[in-house]
């Protein structure tokens, strides 16, 4: 789902700020694509009434939100869906609750406006009279808009538009500009693209600005809604700016990117984190790469997983809460079927592969690469395993990592005393290691390799203190 809602300034314990609520209002609009994108003629209730189910599976994974379908009158030509999205993260006094209204049109002409089979509107409006008073006063020209037209081969063409505004509360005014999004999903395939020029808050005591946001991705489903898939997608973000209390924080030309892939039953996930310059605390940072993933991950226990997961919480309807996560109340048989297919998934052999962390200073690159995996889960039987759940410390003597650090010993010097310590300080001590054994130079570079294996951990081969 695409969602981009202008933040908000924090909840004062005097009243509730409609701030949060106009924020996620785009949240919410692209959630309605679940509730949808397969709607059409003859099986337009049914349907409706299981994506539903499908969109309060993915809200619940939040721990804060959930979905239900209140209200479903069925017409000759036309519908009208009413489902209620609940807010409530922990900690707050009540929850939220937004009321989302689809008002569909049937085809094979669907609203006399296009060729299809149905077409859907959605009205986006809040049960609470002033967080609705405020999002009206947020939109007093035109509301968000999320337009879906259903094809004839059942294929969906979504497009969000959320007008540009300004809302001004408790001393906070955020000023955004228009966004617009779209949702193609074609089959098992799915397109969506987002743009958003950004944003900015002023306070009394500082303020934040968010420019040139853009979001594309592709994915594939393998199987049926709610399967694992593969796909790949990027966010970028020009700028983004902190000010307040004397501190500031500044990142620019930020890129994320991920792409997923199946092999041989087996799927892997990497991640690229990119920002071309970072400031924080007058301290300067460029070209900060961190690219990672996750490899071998065992597809058939990872589906199973999720599948237990889906059905615990269709049964329950609502999710289960707790201090630490929202998670439904599993049966024994589902704890059972939890426990074997998390042991399958380890004694698949996945791998945590660390590309590159790397920052540029003005003398070079620092780097860091290698991997880490847990060779040790490939012993282990459910008994082990409940045990480790309740003693995760354990987990240190299964772990395999092999770690490279390299840099230019100008540039590692100045990264370290860039954290506090001064720079004859730092010379002084890697040049300790350096006698000792534990980093290695060549010319002006240093380098060490950091291993643990069984519970021992060594740089350059040498045990700390050895």
């Known amino acids: 789902m695409i969602s981009n809602p202008p933040p908000a300034p924090p909840r004062r314990t005097a009243r509730r700020s409609p701030l949060p609520a106009i924020g996620l209002t785009v949240l919410v609009a692209l959630g309605a694509f679940a509730g949808a994108t397969a709607i059409f003629a003859g099986r337009t209730q049914t349907l ?7 969109l309060n599976t993915a809200a619940s994974a939040t721990g804060v939100v959930t979905v239900t379908q ?24 009540r929850p939220l609750d937004m009321i989302l209204t689809n008002h569909i049109q049937h085809g094979p002409l669907p609203g006399l406006r296009s060729v299809g089979q149905a077409i859907i509107d959605t009205d986006i409006a809040f049960k609470d009279p002033q967080v609705q008073a405020a999002y009206v006063k947020a939109f007093p020209n035109r ?36 966004a617009s999004g779209t949702l193609n999903v074609a089959g098992p395939d799915t397109r969506s693209a987002l743009t958003w020029p950004g944003l900015t808050v002023v306070s009394s005591d500082g303020g934040a600005t ?162 880490v995996s847990v060779p040790g889960a490939a012993t282990l039987n459910a008994d082990q395993l409940a045990h480790l759940a309740q003693a995760p410390m354990m987990i240190g003597s299964m772990v395999s990592a092999n770690l490279d650090v390299r840099g230019a010993e100008a540039a590692v010097t100045e990264l370290l005393g860039s954290f506090g310590q001064n720079g004859a300080g730092v010379a002084q001590n890697l040049h300790a290691m350096e006698q000792d054994g534990y980093v290695t130079r060549s010319g002006g570079n240093l380098s060490t390799k950091l291993r643990v294996h069984n519970g021992d951990f060594t740089m350059n081969g040498k045990s700390l203190g050895q």
């Open 48 to 54: 409706a009434r299981d994506l539903t189910t499908q």
């Open 70 to 93: 209140t209200a479903y009158q069925r017409g000759l030509t036309s519908s009208t869906q009413t489902m209620t999205i609940r807010m409530q993260p922990q900690g707050s006094d």
């Open 143 to 178: 509301k968000p808009t999320l337009h879906t037209v259903v094809g004839l081969g059942g294929g969906t063409d979504s497009a969000l538009d959320v007008p540009a505004g300004t809302v001004t509360d408790q001393g906070t005014t955020v000023t955004w500009q228009a």
């Open 210 to 371: 968010l420019s040139g946001l853009t979001a594309n991705g592709t994915s594939r489903r393998t199987g049926d809604v709610g399967s694992l898939g593969t796909g790949s997608g990027t966010l970028a973000v020009q700028k983004i700016a902190v000010t307040g209390s004397g501190q500031a924080f500044d990142l620019g030309g930020l890129k994320v990117s991920s792409d997923t892939t199946e092999s041989g039953g087996y799927y892997s996930s990497a991640m690229k984190y990119d920002a071309a310059t970072m400031n924080v605390a007058g301290q300067v940072f460029d070209d900060l790469q961190l690219h990672m993933g996750m490899n071998h991950l065992a597809g058939a226990p990872l589906q199973r997983i999720l599948t237990v997961i889906q059905n615990a919480q269709k049964a329950a309807g609502t999710p289960a809460t707790s201090g630490r996560a929202a998670m439904p109340d599993f049966t024994a048989a589902q704890q059972q079927q939890l426990q074997a297919d998390v042991l399958a998934l380890l004694k698949g052999q996945p791998v945590i592969q660390l590309e590159r962390l790397s920052v540029r200073r003005p003398a070079g690159d620092v780097v860091v690469s290698g991997q």
